[in-house]
């Protein structure tokens, strides 16, 4: 349930006249993130062991999500 909530909240917070361009710029990072999170996580866990690599990945997701939580602002209507 977490990418219906993102697209959601993506949508929420764009104006509806860049909404399209928005989702599209969510969707792209998105997919980038897969493909360089597999890379990252199997480089990691080659390099140092699987517990680094997931220490790794829940460090990235926590700094992300403060990110977003800083600098995301819903637009109010």
């Given at each position: 349930?977490?990418?219906?909530?993102?697209i959601?909240?993506?949508s929420d917070g764009s104006h509806p006249t860049?909404?399209?361009?928005s989702l599209s710029v969510y969707r792209f990072w998105r997919d980038l993130g897969y493909a360089i999170g597999a890379l990252s996580a199997g480089l990691i866990a080659?390099?140092?062991g699987f517990a680094w690599a997931i220490a790794s990945i829940a460090a990235l997701t926590f700094v992300s999500g403060t990110v977003v939580a800083v600098m995301m602002h819903e637009h109010r209507r």
């Open positions: 349930m977490v990418y219906p909530s993102l959601a909240a993506v860049w909404r399209a361009r080659d390099f140092f």
